[in-house]
C-alpha cells in the first residue's frame, strides 16, 4: 500500500510516499537510465516523471550504481524482496550491530589478528609459502603462509593497492576491471526530544520517500528509512546513492544536513534539526573505496563473480562481490569466506597427507637402499624368506 501525502511548496507540490520493498517489487519496472527516459516521454504533467526519477534514484541506492550503468537485464529493483522463503524483518538491538557481532566471532582469535595493519604485497610464485609484505604503524613486516584469503573489497583490488607477484590472470583481472562498485551513503539522525516525531511512526511506516519538482533534486536525499520503533529514540537514515552519493562526499556534514532538513521540512514544517547526526562516505575510506559491487549493463555477473572468486594458486578470493546470488549483503560475504576456509582446510589437509606419503616413500627408498648395500643382511633376509616358504608348502 502506498501513502501519499500532497503539501505546497513554493507553488509546486510535492508527493511524500511511505512504501515497503514488496511494494516496490511490483510496481516498479524500470532500472535504468535509457529504460526510465523512453519511458518518461509519454508523459507531460511533472508527476510521473518526478515518480520515474525517484525510481532512478531507488534504484541506485539499492544496488549502488549510477542509473545509466545497471543493467535493465540483470536488474529488477528489490528483486530479493520475496525470494527469501520467509517474512522479512528489521531487526536491531540497542548497543548490538555487526560491529559488536563481528567483535563477539573473532574474539577467540584476537591474538591472531592484527589491526591498524595493511597487506601491501602478496608474492605467490614460490611453490612453498606465499609472502606476504604488511605494514604497521609505517613499519613493513612479512609472513610466509601456505594459503591465502583475500577478503578485501572490490573497490580495493580496483584501485590496485595490494600489488600481486606474479600478476593476476587476465580473466581474473578482466573481472575485477570491469564489474561494476558504487557507492550508496547514509545520513544517520537522532532526536533526544521523544516529541520530536513529526512523522508517522506506525507498524508500516519504515521507509518514506519524497518525489521532488525538478531534476536536479531528484535523487538527492529523498529516500528516508525510520527504525525509530527499534530505537525507542525518534531517529531517521537519509540515504543516497550513484552519482549523487559521490557528489555529496564533497561537501560538508553542515552543508548535508541542510540538504535533508529543506526536503524533511518540505512535508513536515515542524521537524529540528537533529542533535544527533552521523554521515558516512563510504567512496573515500581507503580500506573500502565504496560501498557493494552491482551487476554491471554488458557484463555477464555471474560469470564476473565465479571468475572473482576463483582461486589462483593459493590464494583464494572471498567477500560479497564473489556472491552471485547474495552480492551486496553481509551473508554473502559471510558464505563466500566460509566455503574459501573449508576449500583452504581441504588443501592444507591434502598437502599434508602428500608430505606424509613422501616421508614414508623416503624412509622405506632409505631402508631399502640400506639393505642393498648391506649383503650379509640381504642373505639372511632371503634365508628366512626361503624357511617360511618351506614351512607353508609342509
Same mark, same amino acid.
Given at each position: ?84 522463503? +520467509? ?12 560491529? &559488536? ?27 612453498? #609459502?606465499?609472502?606476504? +609484505? ?44 570491469? *564489474? ?20 508517522? &511512526? ?6 518514506? @520517500? ?40 564533497? @561537501? ?10 529543506? &526536503? ?19 567512496? @573515500?575510506?581507503? #580500506? ?13 555477473? +555471474? ?27 553481509? @551473508? ?32 622405506? *627408498? ?21 624357511? %617360511?616358504?618351506? %614351512?607353508?608348502?609342509?
Amino acid at each position: 500500500m502506498i501513502k501519499a501525502i500532497s503539501v505546497s511548496k513554493h507553488d509546486h507540490q510535492l508527493i511524500f510516499f511511505s512504501v515497503t520493498p514488496v511494494v516496490l517489487n511490483d510496481i516498479i519496472l524500470f532500472t535504468t537510465k535509457g529504460a526510465a527516459e523512453k519511458y518518461k516521454s509519454r508523459f507531460s504533467h511533472w508527476r510521473p516523471i518526478q515518480y520515474i526519477n525517484l525510481v532512478l534514484a531507488a534504484a541506485s541506492i539499492d544496488y549502488t550504481g549510477r542509473s545509466n550503468e545497471l543493467s535493465l537485464y540483470e536488474h529488477k529493483l528489490f528483486d530479493n524482496a520475496g525470494d527469501w522463503g +520467509s517474512q522479512q524483518h528489521y531487526m536491531t538491538v540497542p548497543s548490538v550491530g555487526f560491529g &559488536n557481532t563481528a567483535a563477539t566471532f573473532a574474539a577467540p582469535f584476537s591474538s591472531k589478528i592484527r589491526l591498524d595493519t595493511k597487506v601491501t604485497k602478496i608474492n605467490h610464485e614460490n611453490s612453498g #609459502n606465499a609472502i606476504i +609484505s604488511f605494514t604497521t604503524n609505517g613499519v613493513e613486516y612479512e609472513v610466509a603462509a601456505e594459503t591465502v584469503l583475500v577478503t578485501v573489497s572490490l573497490g580495493v583490488l580496483k584501485a590496485g593497492t595490494i600489488k600481486f607477484t606474479p600478476h593476476l590472470p587476465s580473466w581474473k583481472q578482466d573481472a575485477i576491471d570491469n *564489474m561494476g562498485f558504487g557507492v550508496t551513503n547514509k545520513c544517520y539522525m537522532q532526536w533526544n526530544d521523544l516529541n520530536a516525531t513529526v512523522w508517522p &511512526n506506525g507498524p508500516d511506516d519504515k521507509w518514506f @520517500q519524497i518525489v521532488t519538482p525538478d531534476d536536479e533534486t531528484s535523487g538527492k536525499w529523498t529516500t528516508f528509512f525510520n527504525p525509530t520503533v527499534y530505537k525507542s529514540i525518534p531517529t531517521l537514515e537519509g540515504w543516497i546513492g550513484g552519482q549523487e552519493a559521490i557528489d555529496m562526499e564533497a @561537501q560538508t556534514d553542515e552543508e548535508i544536513l541542510d540538504n535533508i532538513m529543506t &526536503n524533511l521540512r518540505s512535508i513536515f514544517p515542524a521537524i529540528t534539526r537533529p542533535d544527533r547526526v552521523i554521515i558516512s562516505r563510504w567512496g @573515500q575510506e581507503p #580500506n573500502i573505496r565504496g560501498t557493494y559491487c552491482f551487476k554491471q549493463v554488458g557484463r555477464h555477473f +555471474s560469470d564476473d563473480t565465479w571468475y572473482l572468486q576463483e582461486n589462483v594458486g593459493r590464494m583464494w578470493f572471498a567477500g560479497e562481490a564473489t556472491s552471485s546470488s547474495s552480492y551486496g549483503t553481509a @551473508q554473502g560475504a559471510w558464505k563466500s569466506g566460509d566455503k574459501a576456509a573449508r576449500e583452504m582446510k581441504a588443501e592444507l589437509r591434502r598437502r599434508l597427507e602428500a608430505r606424509a606419503t613422501q616421508a614414508e616413500t623416503t624412509s622405506w *627408498m632409505s631402508n631399502s637402499a640400506g639393505t642393498i648395500a648391506n649383503p650379509s643382511c640381504l642373505i639372511k633376509r632371503w634365508y628366512l624368506a626361503l624357511l %617360511l616358504g618351506l %614351512l607353508l608348502v609342509t
